[in-house]
């Protein structure tokens, strides 16, 4: 069964570097979301990208957030300046087409920022 | 604005007992429904789902969940636990409306199995 990957599986960071976390989705599907779950609290919505603009955002992904497809296979989050409040585990999904098609989600990568 | 409500923090089970996770949700229609897995270092792997049509709905594992319109609630069963049950499970609510629409996650229980 096709699954969604992610890279790399743990990421440790200085305060204030940039990180770039990355993801390559279900190939035929459409949609491609991040969602992060700091630990011990719950899974969080933060971005849904779709034909290559942002659908939907939360209020976490502030400025210093992007997304980016940059070919046809990988779609990547980019924290810009990290905080020490940014540690968590960040997960990649995809879904189909259809708003009844379910999300796939990827192991994950935890995010340590020092 | 959705959102959605799991009461247990934490729930132990002897293996072979059934179970039932409560999850209640607030949605302004009928929502699409779902529930999620998550084993220690893994990634969040879908049981079931609900979008519409027969209200009981089986899943992979043995996991089965009911949609209570009346009692805003989709409640994640299974008649017998395994000790591989043992995993956090968290409940989802999706709209309707469009494609590609957020999830909205519960707090998670985490399921213990007990030998």
């Known amino acids: 069964e096709p699954e969604v990957t992610q890279t790399p599986s743990h990421q440790v960071t200085q305060m204030g570097q940039e990180v770039i976390l990355r993801c390559v989705p279900i190939s035929n599907h459409l949609y491609f979301y991040w969602y992060r779950q700091i630990l011990g609290q719950k899974v969080e919505f933060l971005v849904s990208f779709y034909n290559n603009e942002i659908s939907e955002k939360s209020e976490i992904f502030d400025d210093q957030f992007s997304v980016e497809r940059p070919d046809g296979s990988n779609f990547t989050l980019k924290i810009r300046s990290t905080k020490l409040e940014d540690s968590a585990m960040y997960f990649c999904?995809?879904?189909?087409?259809?708003?009844?098609?379910?999300?796939?989600f990827g192991n994950g990568t935890r995010l340590t920022v020092t | 604005a959705q959102s959605v409500t799991q009461p247990d923090i934490h729930i132990t089970v002897s293996e072979g007992a059934s179970l039932e996770l409560r999850c209640n949700y607030s949605?302004?229609?009928?929502?699409?429904l779902f529930w999620y897995v998550q084993s220690p270092g893994q990634g969040l792997q879908l049981l079931l789902k609900?979008?519409?049509?027969?209200?009981l709905v089986q899943g992979i594992k043995g996991f089965e969940a009911e949609f209570k319109r009346s009692q805003s609630s989709f409640n994640l069963r299974k008649p017998s636990v395994h000790w591989s049950d043992a995993a956090e499970y968290f409940c989802a609510v999706g709209a309707r409306e469009t494609s590609g629409s957020r999830l909205t996650f519960g707090e998670g229980t985490q399921l213990t199995v007990n030998p």
């Open positions: 609900y979008f519409s049509g027969d209200t």
């Open positions: 999904a995809s879904s189909g087409q259809g708003a009844n098609s379910p999300l796939h």
């Open positions: 949605y302004g229609a009928t929502p699409y």
